[in-house]
């Protein structure tokens, strides 16, 4: 069974500029969660999709946005890019429930110059 | 004051020592408690989930409790080997709305 995917793994982008990271959850996941990971600190909670609605949203601006398709594809954008959203972009799949197991993909480094 | 706090920050043991990570936490009830291990730039993978009514799980050389009376929940890596050298996060899924509390995570260290 193939695991949790991110696209892209590394990417450099300028401040200002929007960016899209996309996430392929486990095959019969119907949950996926995007967090942001900064050098040092712990995971910091984005949103939460489920069946293509935003259940749970972190305290994040505007700026960060989601999406979630109809095959449990998600995509996560980050409009005007600033220095400070620099970090490691995770995202996380699971059946949903609340016992179940999260899986997480490998993660997509974002730079920002 | 954070909902979910761990100890220590970071540790360093020797390879085939045995060492403890403590998380304790202050929101209740919870769905599970879970302790995943993470390395230096990856995804968290899970290694134990234990509910609210369970106070032991082991997974291999780890070994999670929960004490619900005290708050508390500990891992404990037996004969430590130099693979183990990575962040340990402690999480709550919470029963009402589907959401995690992840705790900042203890940095591991195993030196040969």
């Known amino acids: 069974k193939a695991g949790v995917t991110q696209t892209p793994r590394y990417l450099i982008k300028t401040r200002g500029q929007q960016v899209t990271l996309s996430c392929s959850p486990i095959s019969g996941h119907r949950s996926v969660s995007w967090y942001q990971q900064t050098p040092g600190q712990g995971l910091q909670f984005l949103f939460e999709?489920?069946?293509?609605?935003?259940?749970n949203k972190g305290n994040f601006p505007g700026r960060f946005s989601g999406r979630q398709f109809s095959n449990s594809r998600s995509e996560m954008n980050v409009s005007t890019l600033e220095l400070g959203d620099s970090a490691l972009y995770l995202c996380a799949s699971s059946r949903g429930g609340a016992n179940y197991e999260q899986y997480f993909g490998p993660g997509t480094r974002l730079t920002v110059t | 004051k954070n909902q979910v706090e761990q100890s220590p920050q970071s540790l360093i043991i020797l390879e085939g020592k045995n060492c403890t990570l403590q998380?304790?936490?202050?929101?209740?009830?919870?769905?599970?408690l879970r302790w995943y291990k993470q390395d230096t730039g990856r995804g968290p993978v899970s290694l134990t989930i234990m509910t609210f009514s369970e106070n032991t799980k082991s997974n291999g050389r780890y070994t999670a409790t929960l004490d619900a009376d005290t708050k508390q929940s500990s891992l404990h890596i037996t004969a430590s080997q130099l693979s183990d050298s990575a962040s340990y996060i402690c999480?709550?899924?919470?029963?009402?709305?589907?959401?995690?509390?992840w705790g900042a995570g203890t940095k591991l260290i195993i030196k040969p």
């Open positions: 998380c304790n936490y202050t929101v209740s009830p919870f769905s599970n």
């Open positions: 999709y489920f069946s293509e609605t935003q259940r």
């Open positions: 999480v709550l899924h919470m029963d009402s709305n589907y959401q995690l509390i």
